[in-house]
């Protein structure tokens, strides 16, 4: 069982931006909590991009998907392997890994998987979650998120294609090592139930 899975328990979460994940992660952190669960949750591209501005190839994590794929692909690797290193320091096997992250990426040269099998080699998910939202909820999210640049998300119709494409991949990556794949709706203002769900789930692996 050891070459199929992690000590801990890995739950990949993923979704689009601006559907609201990171909200979610939050309130299932505080639901943990509350419940004595010892839950750890990573920020896959965070991971990245502290190599990247180490590197100096980008300035900011809009700029990660716009490096060349061959960079993209060293940087996930590593990635992927720093965050099991430094979770093996923290949770035993009743912990669970929680990683925040994209299924699918828009890059500079078209759709790359976030979820490649090198990276999967490394965190071997017990579940791959794909938090999903209504469209123009997504488009209202990102266009009032100054903080980040999603001006290449285009419109409501590119991001359903981009979620489709998102859950195509998530059941693609979760051939490779026999992963559940979960789909949560994430409705507005209903953070606190996407994450609920998402806690009954995980407490099922």
């Known amino acids: 069982m050891s070459q199929l899975r992690n000590k801990f328990k ?3 979460v993923t979704g689009v931006p601006g559907v609201g994940k990171t909200t979610v992660l939050s309130v299932l952190q505080e639901k943990a ?3 004595n669960i010892k839950l750890k949750v990573l920020n896959f591209g965070t991971f990245m991009l502290e190599t990247a501005l180490k590197e100096k190839l980008v300035n900011n994590r809009d700029e990660l998907r716009h490096l060349t794929l061959r960079k993209q ?4 690797q590593l ?3 720093r965050i ?3 979770t093996l320091k923290d949770l035993d096997e009743n912990g669970y890994l929680i990683i925040d992250t994209h299924a699918i990426v828009k890059t500079s040269s078209g759709y ?3 979820l490649p099998k090198h990276v999967l080699d490394e965190l071997k998910p017990d579940m791959i979650t794909v938090i999903e939202a209504d469209a123009k909820e997504i488009f209202n999210r990102q266009v009032k998120d100054s903080s980040r640049n999603r001006s290449d998300f285009g419109t409501e119709k590119d991001i359903e294609k981009l979620m489709e494409y998102a859950r195509m991949a998530s059941f693609s990556s979760a051939v490779h090592y026999a992963s559940t794949v979960a789909i949560i709706t ?3 203002n209903k953070a606190n139930e996407a994450a609920e769900e ?5 407490q099922k692996l």
């Not at 998402?198 to 995980?202: D, G, S």
């Open 10 to 12: 890995v739950i990949i």
């Open 33 to 35: 909590k509350a419940s």
């Open 73 to 76: 692909l060293d940087l996930q």
């Open 79 to 81: 990635a992927a392997k």
């Open 84 to 86: 099991i290193e430094e």
């Open 112 to 114: 790359l998987p976030g």
């Open 186 to 188: 994430n409705k507005e």
């Open 198 to 202: 998402l806690l009954q789930f995980i």
